[in-house]
């Protein structure tokens, strides 16, 4: 058997096995790798040798205790749902278990901020994740990655219980502000939209971006204005200054459309051009984009760079990779593709 096809279906299996009996559930969900069933029999020596490969690159952790006993790191889980290794009706469902688990939480907090202690197990998986509840192996997986990530706190007195830590409640508030742009935003794209609507969603496209922004934390300025020159939204996080310019029209956008914001450029040094566009860049303007990158930097953000962000993408890291694409790779990073 191919060694990758071996890690990533022993990973596989240990995303979806039951939790063994007599375990914490902040330790998450242990199980025997030799109860996994791949197409070709394994001996022992050759099914230990993959698993040591994955204990070394981070993804899962042995027990003590048992030859074959492992668990899935938090590493590891993330690693199988990045790339899809289990069905996508188990992965969907512990993303949405993970998220009810959190909003419930939150809500027992926001309700009373003052108290100092948790919810049990049993009240969270009788009501988090309605109609059904979460099974006892959903909880402990799930309860095991939001611990890990720092997400939830777990306190025991005779039974344990759960609170949301801050990082958790932060999280939580950032998913619902992210709702709501969400909202916002297919409001804004609905087919039907009278013409008056639709020329008022440049503006609302600034707000959108503006929201998402601050959800990130950054300092936001909207419609700046000085002689000269007037600019949708300025984005600054030490030691940064990025102008932004907005805009969702029928046509795509054209190279005078950046040498608008280029110009504005020139009147605020050190500063980095984003161009925001609905409707898309001709390839001309994605050219002239490239071609000027080594006095001016104008990042370009389409449909697909935004519907990223409101499913939860950092605008941070979406700036840094298309910086580092054009200033290293001398590309133009816009909706997923780098243009040369």
């Given at each position: 058997m191919n060694p990758a096809d071996a890690q990533n279906g022993i990973l596989s299996f240990l995303y979806r096995?039951?939790?063994?009996?007599?375990?914490?559930?902040?330790?998450?969900?242990?199980?025997?790798?030799?109860?996994?069933?791949?197409?070709?029999?394994?001996?022992?020596?050759?099914?230990?040798?993959?698993?040591?490969?994955?204990?070394?690159r981070g993804f899962l952790q042995r027990s003590a205790n048992s030859r074959f006993g492992a668990r899935l790191t938090r590493e590891g889980l993330r690693y199988v749902e990045a790339d899809r290794l289990?069905?996508?009706?188990?992965?969907?469902?512990?993303?949405?278990?993970?998220?009810?688990?959190?909003?419930?939480?939150?809500?027992?907090?926001?309700?009373?901020?003052?108290?100092?202690?948790?919810?049990?197990?049993?009240?969270i998986k009788g009501n988090a994740h309605s109609p059904h509840g979460i099974s006892e192996d959903d909880f402990v997986r799930n309860t095991f990655a939001l611990t890990e990530d720092g997400f939830v706190e777990e306190t025991f007195d005779i039974l344990p219980q759960y609170a949301i830590s801050a990082d958790g409640h932060a999280h939580v508030l950032r998913s619902r502000a992210l709702q709501q742009c969400r909202q916002a935003f297919e409001e804004m794209d609905r087919d039907g939209l009278s013409p008056r609507a639709k020329r008022a969603r440049g503006h609302a496209l600034e707000r959108l971006v503006r929201d998402l922004a601050e959800g990130e934390g950054w300092d936001i300025r909207?419609?700046?204005?000085?002689?000269?020159?007037?600019?949708?939204?300025?984005?600054?996080?030490?030691?940064?200054?990025?102008?932004?310019?907005?805009?969702?029209?029928?046509?795509?956008?054209?190279?005078?459309?950046?040498?608008?914001l280029t110009g504005r450029?020139?009147?605020?040094?050190?500063?980095?051009?984003?161009?925001?566009s609905l409707s898309g860049f001709s390839p001309q303007a994605v050219k002239l984009a490239g071609e000027i990158r080594a006095s001016k930097q104008?990042?370009?953000?389409?449909?697909?760079?935004?519907?990223?962000?409101?499913?939860?993408?950092?605008?941070?890291?979406?700036?840094?990779?298309?910086?580092?694409?054009?200033?290293?790779?001398?590309?133009?990073?816009?909706d997923g593709q780098a243009v040369k």
């Open positions: 096995a039951p939790a063994l009996p007599g375990r914490l559930m902040s330790e998450g969900n242990w199980a025997s790798v030799r109860a996994w069933e791949p197409e070709t029999s394994l001996s022992d020596g050759a099914l230990l040798s993959f698993v040591a490969g994955l204990e070394t289990a069905p996508d009706e188990d992965i969907n469902r512990n993303l949405s278990i993970r998220r009810a688990i959190l909003e419930y939480l939150a809500s027992a907090y926001e309700r009373n901020p003052a108290r100092d202690y948790g919810v049990f197990a049993e009240d909207m419609n700046s204005r000085r002689p000269g020159e007037e600019t949708d939204l300025i984005l600054y996080r030490e030691p940064v200054c990025y102008l932004v310019e907005c805009k969702w029209i029928r046509e795509k956008v054209q190279t005078h459309h950046l040498r608008e450029l020139d009147l605020r040094k050190g500063a980095i051009g984003v161009f925001v104008v990042l370009l953000f389409g449909r697909g760079d935004i519907l990223a962000l409101l499913q939860g993408r950092s605008l941070a890291q979406s700036l840094s990779d298309k910086m580092r694409a054009l200033a290293v790779d001398c590309a133009v990073l816009v």
